[in-house]
Each structure stands twice: as structure tokens, then as C-alpha cells.
């Protein structure tokens, strides 16, 4: 019972992990140039963040994912 909650908040965590990922597919670079040009807010931090180091949450959402998948199959 506890293994199959572990495993299944892996797979919650995975896809955390992928859905944070695929932001900078959907929105602009938050970048701009000029005086003030740091994040004005916490939604431009993330996406700054997510803009510099998505193919690190992309693969380690997936491995989360895959391994849980794999442990909820035995």
C-alpha cells in the first residue's frame, strides 16, 4: 500500500516535472533589455527558469514517470 502511494506521487511528480517543462513552448522569453530587465514578478521568474533548464525537467520528469510506471507495473 505505502509503495503504491510512493510510486504513484513519483508519477504526480514526473509529470509536474514535464507540464513545468513545456512552458517556454507556450510562452515568450521573459529577457528584455534596459534598466529594469530582472523578473517583475514570480510567474516571469518561473518562466526565466523553466526558459534556461527545460531539457532538465523534461528528462528528469521523465525518468520520475518511467520509473514509477515501471514499479506500478509489477
Given at each position: 500500500?505505502?509503495?503504491?502511494?510512493?510510486?504513484?506521487?513519483?508519477?504526480?511528480?514526473?509529470?509536474?516535472?514535464?507540464?513545468?517543462?513545456?512552458?517556454?513552448?507556450?510562452?515568450?522569453?521573459?529577457?528584455r533589455d534596459g534598466p529594469h530587465s530582472g523578473p517583475s514578478n514570480v510567474w516571469e521568474l518561473v518562466r526565466m527558469f523553466t526558459y534556461d533548464?527545460?531539457?532538465?525537467?523534461?528528462?528528469?520528469?521523465?525518468?520520475?514517470?518511467?520509473?514509477?510506471?515501471?514499479?506500478?507495473?509489477?
Amino acid at each position: 500500500m505505502i509503495r503504491k502511494m510512493a510510486l504513484h506521487s513519483l508519477l504526480v511528480l514526473g509529470a509536474i516535472f514535464i507540464i513545468t517543462a513545456a512552458i517556454p513552448l507556450f510562452f515568450n522569453d521573459p529577457y528584455r533589455d534596459g534598466p529594469h530587465s530582472g523578473p517583475s514578478n514570480v510567474w516571469e521568474l518561473v518562466r526565466m527558469f523553466t526558459y534556461d533548464s527545460w531539457a532538465w525537467l523534461l528528462a528528469i520528469g521523465l525518468l520520475l514517470a518511467a520509473a514509477s510506471v515501471l514499479g506500478l507495473r509489477r
